[in-house]
């Protein structure tokens, strides 16, 4: 029975590249996936895009692909598979990040490489001829005005299946949903009909446990003394040998860090899994409650057991807006008495602004290490004083001027006291805000740009 195998590239847009190099050259892929879009990601994507018509994909595009197109379309003498990649780095400009991936293979010499590019998950000129739709906060669209910066759809299968048909080497995405990716190469190698919603939540199934990346090789596993993972700095990223039936050998690299058995497929499975039992995705509802895992050797585990059922009928659209301005400033107190210290610095901070009228929508004040995470109740049992603390204050502003002036306080406390404070810091960024709302499927028009390299 024919083998399919896909790995993993990335989990996020920021993920290391080593370990997909070490996909690429020593685990005889088929399809390498590059996984890159989150949902503020493609805000932040179409907020640079706004600035420069020529942004809007992923700042890491050109270094993945200098270093992944050599092993790329190889093995038509037979030596190896051929090799194809699948990415939706293209965030908020897929055909610029087609374009420059074409200009990155003429810079190799690579001839004869089909790149093909995907859009139309740009949905924000559909939502603003009806500007009275709700978002699930309640906010209208008519509401946020200018502050309105993106709106994408989550597109499926279709385009990338597509573009496979049409001989892509290399395919460039906006935002996809992430198993999707995953599930395209699957339905097009072993022609599994749209309509096939067993295949297709197998498929996804693939796609979910593969989609984070190192995730399930042991990266967000790893809990020293509890759940170990051996040599982490090396992670290897995941890849999987996939059938025509759907079922999967979950794997990676050999010699390559990290682990993989039956107890990080279970946590991958339900990471981000509202219902098990319905896990909605663009190409089909994903039931998961009947899968199981089994392993099959040192880092090889099978996974099967995935049903699916019909498709939703809408699509899911991720709408990005700006929503203010976060200023935020820290400072250290180290030594015996520290923790007072830190403590009477944040009672000046939080009464300085009261005395100065600063304006802010939310405030966050905490010594990092102490309270930040649990609140003053559980960061009051700790079994000892620390030596060191970090005050943070931060705060939320419709005004970028109020903002500044939160920083600004904290940065006072050098010589207004208490004493011993230093490593001060101060910042100021804008809040990129994001929302959702469901739109008909007939509302997203699909369109497939080519570049091809002679």
Request: net charge neutral; with cysteine; hydrophobic share 40%.
């Given at each position: 029975m024919k083998t399919l195998r896909i790995g993993s590239g990335a989990g996020y847009s920021g993920d290391r590249i080593e370990p997909a190099i070490e996909l690429a050259e020593h685990g005889d892929l088929d399809y390498l996936v590059f996984e890159c879009l989150a949902e503020r990601t493609i805000a932040l994507a179409q907020q640079a895009r706004l600035l420069d018509p020529q942004a809007g994909f992923d700042p890491l595009l050109g270094e993945r692909m200098r270093r992944v197109l050599p092993f790329v379309g190889r093995g038509a003498d037979g030596s190896r598979r051929r090799l194809r990649v699948i990415t939706n780095m293209g965030a908020a400009n897929p055909l610029a990040a087609a374009q420059e991936v074409r200009r990155i293979a003429g810079e190799l010499g690579l001839a004869g490489l089909k790149v093909v590019a995907l859009s139309g998950d740009d949905v924000l000129a559909t939502l603003?001829?009806?500007?009275?739709?709700?978002?699930?906060?309640?906010?209208?669209?008519?509401?946020?005005?200018?502050?309105?910066?993106?709106a994408n759809a989550y597109l499926g299968v279709d385009g990338i299946v597509e573009a496979l048909r049409a001989d892509a080497d290399v395919v460039i995405t906006g935002r996809v949903a992430d198993p999707?990716?995953?599930?395209?190469?699957?339905?097009?190698?072993?022609?599994?009909?749209?309509?096939d919603w067993s295949l297709l939540g197998r498929g996804t199934l693939v796609g979910h446990l593969l989609e984070c990346a190192g995730q399930i090789s042991g990266g967000y596993f790893a809990d020293p003394g509890f759940k170990d993972v051996p040599d982490l700095a090396r992670l290897g990223f995941?890849?999987?040998e996939v059938d025509?039936?759907?079922?999967?050998?979950?794997?990676?690299?050999?010699?390559?860090?990290?682990?993989?058995?039956?107890?990080?497929?279970?946590?991958q499975m339900i990471y981000e899994v509202h219902d098990p039992a319905a896990y909605l995705t663009p190409d089909v509802s994903a039931d998961f409650s009947g899968v199981s895992f089994s392993v099959q050797g040192p880092d090889r585990v099978l996974a099967e057991g995935a049903d699916g059922r019909a498709r939703p009928?809408?699509?899911?659209?991720?709408?990005?807006?700006?929503?203010?301005?976060?200023?935020?400033?820290?400072?250290?107190?180290?030594?015996?008495?520290?923790?007072?210290?830190?403590?009477?610095?944040?009672?000046?901070?939080?009464e300085r602004l009261k005395l100065t009228g600063v304006v802010f929508e939310e405030i966050r004040a905490e010594l990092i290490g102490v309270d930040a995470l649990h609140g003053a109740e559980l960061g009051s049992r700790a079994d000892s004083e620390p030596w060191e603390v970090r005050l943070r204050v931060a705060a939320r502003c419709a005004d970028r001027a109020e903002a500044v002036r939160i920083g600004n306080e904290v940065e006072t406390l050098y010589t207004n006291g208490p004493y011993g404070g230093g490593g001060a810091s101060k910042s100021v960024r804008q809040v990129v805000a994001v929302a959702s709302l469901l739109l008909p499927r007939d509302a997203v028009a699909l369109q497939i740009h080519s570049e091809d390299l002679a």
């Open positions: 603003l001829r009806d500007p009275s739709q709700v978002l699930d906060n309640g906010k209208t669209l008519a509401s946020l005005g200018e502050r309105l910066i993106s999707s990716l995953f599930l395209a190469p699957q339905m097009f190698e072993f022609g599994w009909a749209a309509h995941p890849l999987a025509a039936t759907g079922r999967a050998v979950i794997s990676k690299v050999a010699g390559s860090g990290g682990r993989i058995d039956t107890a990080t497929c279970t946590e009928p809408s699509l899911k659209v991720s709408v990005g807006y700006l929503d203010g301005w976060i200023g935020e400033g820290q400072i250290s107190y180290g030594g015996p008495g520290a923790l007072a210290r830190g403590r009477l610095a944040r009672e000046v901070v939080l």
